[in-house]
């Protein structure tokens, strides 16, 4: 149901595009590989909508281009976000929020920040050093907001070719390079900066590349007892269980949604043989990696 509205309320946006002369495109996005739908996002919300508490599966900046919302996480904690502003929460933190009024909003996802200057990033670091700055509510320029405005425009007529978005993703971070002093663009920064050097990183950006927790814990410089502890600290559960169903929710996600043959796949996660692939998956899936892609 919620596929249909999307897809109607598109339809509905061409339709009055076309209307009023505006420009059509002429390409179909959808179908090609290299269709990426979740890098720029276009989002509206009537009043009243509430998220409750979400995981940012990468580092994510929250631009609000209409209305006004409520947001709650460690880094922006009850904040009131109104149209022009934006906010980056990094990856793994965990956001909320509420819709005062009727809001349209632009998120962007990244894994890293794309470095167009190295003369001011030593600048900016050398800006952190000895304090912990708190994260900051950015205001939008001129020329952000003339960016933000087309990108509702392309987003909006799923113009998501990669080539496409992987410029847009250039120039937005040259605007904030070009139209923000160094000292403000740093603390907006300052929570992937500390967040890199922490342990929940290290577990996010490395469990893909371990075969067990004696691994895991080789790779960070721990003893295995410390690693252990550390962890379930961090994540709330055993490292043995944690790893366990992210592996789980990354085979799956593969053999539903990516090209990679079974063969690949099994090769991916460093299975001996398709046997052993294929008796995991019936083990922790109920059905055999075929079973599954079949879905």
């Known amino acids: 149901m919620k596929a249909q509205k999307e897809k109607l309320r598109r339809l509905n946006y061409k339709l009055i595009a076309m209307c009023e002369g505006r420009n059509s495109i002429y390409t179909n996005c959808v179908s090609c590989e290299q269709y990426q739908k979740h890098v720029f996002e276009y989002r509206s919300f009537p009043r009243g909508v509430f998220v409750p508490r979400e995981k940012c599966p990468q580092n994510r900046i929250y631009f609000v281009l209409e209305g006004e919302i409520w947001v709650n996480s460690d880094e922006y904690p009850d904040t009131i976000l109104r149209a022009g502003q934006f906010i980056l929460q990094p990856v793994g933190s965990r956001i909320e929020y509420r819709v005062h009024t009727p809001t349209e909003s632009i998120f962007y996802s990244f894994d890293r920040i794309q470095n167009v200057c190295e003369e001011r990033v030593k600048s900016g670091l050398g800006c952190l050093e000895g304090r912990v700055p708190s994260p900051k509510v950015m205001e939008a320029c001129g020329a952000l907001r003339t960016f933000l405005d087309s990108m509702k425009t392309y987003l909006t007529d799923d113009l998501l070719c990669a080539g496409f978005l992987q410029a847009k993703r250039s120039e937005l971070f040259y605007l904030l390079n070009c139209y923000y002093p160094i000292k403000e663009l740093t603390e907006f920064y300052s929570s ?26 080789e790779l960070g410089g721990y003893s295995v007892p410390t690693f252990r502890r550390i962890f379930k600290e961090t994540f ?58 079949s879905e």
């Open 236 to 293: 709330d559960e055993p490292v043995y269980q944690w790893m366990l169903k992210h592996r789980c929710q990354d085979i799956r996600n593969d053999l539903i949604t990516s090209d990679m043959s079974i063969s690949q796949i099994s090769n991916k996660y460093g299975f001996e043989s398709l046997a052993n692939f294929s008796h995991f998956c019936k083990a922790n899936f109920g059905k055999s990696p075929r079973g599954l892609r």
């Open 192 to 217: 992937i900066y500390s967040y890199t050097k922490s342990f929940r990183f290290f577990v996010l950006n490395n469990y893909q590349k371990v075969r067990d927790v004696e691994e895991f814990a």
